[in-house]
């Protein structure tokens, strides 16, 4: 069943048809997806059996319940919605958690190797970039999670908001990321363990927040 399908089309239709058309409509986090589809099937399923009880019989009763719980065109929005603000959520939880480990990742494992740190100004420039770009990404994620969770509570936040989310997330990882790998070279660090701390520790989950963010650009 299309989302733009007519009333008379709509009332045909059985609950069982019109939770799996809906399932198919969204797009998003399953977790979420499930959760908000299994509510409107869990309404439906009360709507029809308050029917059944009625004394209709369990066609009429789903068809009833259908046409009371509106059309998928009508229903669709609202939740994209909520899907879209809830993976920009957990996108900048995710964000948030990746940068959070840089500071021991840096002082730490790659600090404690045998490298050279240049003088050159282009390190320089990279070296404050991570000092003090790291700070504003940190500080940015966390406004993003506040607007995607608890401000999402005190106001309607919309698909505009998990948008400016997913796009400075991607900004912000995929520029990490460049500049981290960019001081390892200059570093001169040929340790192979060190490398590999790089990309189990920077690469890795910054490519995987950025994968998150456009995944949330698709359910916008």
Same mark, same amino acid.
């Given at each position: 069943?299309?989302? +733009? ?64 719980? +509106? ?36 002082? +730490? ?112």
């Amino acid at each position: 069943m299309r989302a +733009g399908g007519d009333a008379a089309t709509l009332e045909r239709v059985s609950t069982e048809a019109y939770v799996v058309a809906l399932d198919k409509s969204l797009v998003g986090p399953r977790r979420t997806r499930r959760g908000l589809v299994q509510e409107a099937n869990d309404h439906l399923d009360d709507a029809a059996a308050a029917y059944r009880r009625a004394g209709h019989d369990r066609v009429d009763a789903e068809r009833m319940a259908v046409g009371d719980f +509106g059309e998928l065109d009508e229903l669709v929005p609202a939740f994209q919605t909520t899907l879209a603000v809830a993976s920009a959520r957990r996108t900048a939880w995710m964000l948030l958690v990746v940068l959070s480990v840089q500071p021991l990742l840096w002082d +730490g494992p790659l600090g404690r190797h045998d490298h050279t740190h240049p003088e050159g100004l282009l390190f320089s420039i990279l070296n404050d970039c991570v000092e003090y770009g790291g700070g504003l990404m940190i500080l940015t994620a966390l406004v993003m999670l506040v607007a995607t969770s608890l401000g999402n509570r005190w106001f309607s936040v919309g698909r505009g908001t998990a948008r400016l989310t997913s796009f400075t997330m991607i900004g912000a990882a995929t520029s990490l990321k460049v500049i981290g790998v960019a001081m390892v070279l200059l570093s001169n660090m040929t340790d192979p363990l060190a490398w590999l701390t790089v990309v189990a520790f920077l690469v890795v989950p910054l490519s995987v927040t950025a994968s998150s963010a456009r995944r949330t650009l698709a359910a916008c």
